[in-house]
């Protein structure tokens, strides 16, 4: 039993050490992925800018994130989590990619989306101005049969007044003719205001169906500009939102990174000089002692800025 005691004890420190090495080499293979995204993009940027201060700035920082990643490298060979630091490197990435191509997936599903409620708007609106163009043929054509009608009816009965006053005629001599004569006027007068009435109808209705065209034909464009909006709104959503979350992963990697830096740090010496790659690049070109030169980065760092203020003097 006292063997059993130590051995077992022994073994649980011995696993306690192994999972705390694993957590360890998987942090630093997280941290260490994000470094490498945040230096390519601003190494991008860096890319983009004139020669001058700013890209010195930039070039700085870059200098920063490599000095970071050996320091990462160096504190998990001499753990001895390369591997898992590497492994979880390699998946932080893939996360990452995936992320990205989801964002670019949820853009695109929307101006689809956007797209299509368009085409429908634009569907429906073709069909109400094909319903109100047969609208208006059904009226015009009642109105022409209807004016048909009544030039029938009036035709009629000249028909009529005439035949009766002819036989009238023969029996009591001409003297009904003029009667004859002012009741087809007055026929002929009824049958074109009949037609002038029709005619009216029919422009009325034609002047009804433009205007109903044209209301559909607004309401398209209307539709058509709302929908493009909305898909203008949706794409401008998702992009802001993979921003922000962009921005929240560098700024969750900015501290990891911190943190890492500093454990990592605690059993490193800092480099003689002080000083950040680019600045080193400046005091070569400028033949500046760094010996001599203050910095006023971080613990001391002489920055390119620093080395440019000890030349002037």
Do not use: C, H, W
Not at 83 to 104: I, P, R, V, W
Not at 151 to 170: I, S
Request: proline share 1%.
């Amino acid at each position: 039993m006292t063997d059993q005691g130590p051995n077992l004890q022994q073994q649980m420190q011995q696993q306690a050490m192994e999972n705390a090495q694993d957590f360890y080499g998987k942090s630093m293979g997280r941290i260490k992925s994000q470094a490498q995204n945040y230096r390519e993009q601003l190494e991008q940027y860096a890319q983009q800018l004139p020669e001058g201060d700013e890209q010195a700035q930039i070039q700085e920082m870059v200098d920063s994130y490599v000095e970071l990643e050996n320091s990462m490298d160096q504190a998990a060979q001499d753990a001895g989590v390369e591997d898992a630091m590497n492994e979880a490197s390699q998946q932080t990435l893939e996360q990452m990619q995936q992320f990205a191509q989801g964002a670019a997936q949820k853009a695109q599903d929307a101006a689809g989306q956007a797209a299509q409620q368009g085409q429908q708007v634009a569907g429906q609106a073709t069909d109400q101005a094909g319903q109100v163009a047969g609208q208006a043929q059904e009226a015009a054509g009642g109105a022409a049969q209807q004016a048909q009608d009544t030039a029938g009816q009036a035709t009629q009965q000249v028909q009529d007044t005439v035949g009766g006053l002819t036989g009238g005629g023969q029996q009591g001599g001409g003297g009904p003719l003029g009667g004859v004569t002012d009741q087809v006027g007055q026929v002929a007068g009824q049958v074109q205001d009949t037609a002038g009435q029709a005619a009216g109808q029919a422009q009325e209705v034609a002047g009804q169906a433009t205007d109903q065209a044209g209301q559909v034909a607004g309401q398209a464009q209307e539709a058509a500009g709302g929908a493009a909006q909305q898909a203008q709104d949706t794409a401008g959503q998702a992009a802001g939102q993979a921003q922000q979350a962009a921005g929240q992963a560098a700024q969750q990697g900015q501290q990891a990174a911190g943190q890492a830096a500093q454990q990592a740090g605690g059993g490193q010496q800092q480099q003689e000089p002080n000083a950040t790659q680019a600045a080193q690049q400046k005091a070569q070109e400028l033949g500046v002692d760094l010996s001599q030169v203050q910095g006023s980065g971080a613990e001391g760092r002489i920055t390119v800025r620093d080395v440019i203020s000890a030349s002037n003097q």
